[in-house]
């Protein structure tokens, strides 16, 4: 993870004379660092087992890429909400693109038989270690849609239930923010 953000502000770094420049509207150089900056950043994002720490480094991630685009200092010590209302945002969208990528891989690998829905499925034999248990990516999907792995189990093998779930859980984690 750190890996590829520091591979998406390399990216933008080098790319920082078109993406700051003021004479470019905003949406532009937004879709610009989406379409070179993020897509390098959430390469292979489907597979991230998701925790707290993550998450923040995943807002400041974007936050950073904002604030530069917008040329805001750090010394003016903007709030992030000042920064995106600023900016004509509502939110940030970064860790809402990575959570519906997950469930769309999640919905993909259940409706097929394949050796990924064969390793999620199964079980390790031996004793646990010690300590707290560690999330898994199993348990980032129950919390994005906010239901039991058996149930989104279920409802993944419908395609078309398993996108209105995966609209559904996004837009109501949208409203909450």
């Given at each position: 993870?750190k890996?590829?953000?520091?591979?998406?502000?390399?990216?933008?770094?080098?790319?920082?004379?078109?993406?700051?420049?003021?004479?470019?509207?905003?949406?532009?150089?937004s879709?610009?660092?989406?379409?070179?900056?993020?897509?390098?950043?959430?390469?292979?994002?489907?597979?991230?087992?998701?925790?707290?720490?993550?998450?923040?480094?995943?807002?400041?991630?974007?936050?950073?890429?904002?604030?530069?685009?917008?040329?805001?200092?750090?010394?003016e010590?903007?709030?992030?909400?000042?920064?995106?209302?600023?900016?004509?945002?509502?939110?940030?969208?970064?860790?809402?693109?990575?959570?519906?990528?997950?469930?769309?891989?999640?919905?993909?690998?259940?409706?097929?038989?394949?050796?990924?829905?064969?390793?999620?499925?199964?079980?390790?034999?031996?004793?646990?270690?010690?300590g707290?248990?560690?999330?898994?990516?199993?348990?980032?999907?129950?919390?994005?849609?906010?239901r039991?792995?058996?149930?989104?189990?279920?409802?993944?093998?419908?395609?078309?239930?398993?996108?209105?779930?995966?609209?559904?859980?996004?837009?109501?984690?949208?409203?909450?923010?």
């Amino acid at each position: 993870m750190k890996r590829r953000i520091g591979m998406a502000k390399n990216t933008f770094s080098r790319m920082s004379k078109l993406l700051t420049n003021h004479r470019i509207s905003f949406a532009t150089r937004s879709r610009l660092t989406k379409c070179y900056v993020w897509s390098i950043f959430l390469y292979a994002c489907e597979t991230w087992t998701l925790n707290a720490s993550l998450e923040r480094n995943i807002e400041a991630l974007e936050m950073w890429l904002y604030r530069r685009m917008a040329r805001i200092s750090w010394k003016e010590k903007k709030k992030n909400k000042e920064v995106l209302e600023e900016i004509g945002l509502k939110h940030t969208e970064l860790l809402k693109t990575i959570k519906t990528r997950q469930l769309a891989y999640y919905g993909h690998i259940r409706s097929h038989q394949s050796l990924q829905k064969s390793i999620m499925e199964g079980k390790i034999n031996g004793k646990r270690q010690r300590g707290r248990k560690r999330k898994s990516w199993l348990s980032n999907i129950e919390e994005t849609t906010t239901r039991r792995i058996n149930e989104c189990c279920e409802v993944a093998l419908n395609r078309e239930e398993w996108r209105r779930t995966i609209a559904s859980n996004l837009w109501q984690e949208t409203v909450q923010r």
